[in-house]
């Protein structure tokens, strides 16, 4: 990714890794892993070598360890103008939840 990249596109994708039981125990975060960048290389239609994973999704689908990834991980996918495609952890803003709104409501 060049400094003069421009940014083309950006998605939230949230990706279902429950394939990752198909594989045995000690395979399934690799495997995780290699799902994300199949998944956003199909949908962003690049080459799998073009997609950069960050840091971030990495630690999250390695955080229980190697046999037990996520189910599910919600990803923010950028395509930028040179062919990239990052790949970051999409993380919410904060929205109200139902117990802040019953706390205002008493």
Known sequence: MSESAKVEVERVYVINLRRTREVSRTKRSPYAVRLIRRFVAR????DPEKVRIDNSVNEFVWSRGIKKPPRRIEVKVTKYSDGTVKVTLNVPE???GKAEA???SK
């Not at 949908?43 to 690049?46: E, I, P, R, T």
């Open 43 to 46: 949908h962003m239609k690049v």
């Open 94 to 96: 904060k929205t109200e």
């Open 102 to 104: 019953k706390a205002e």
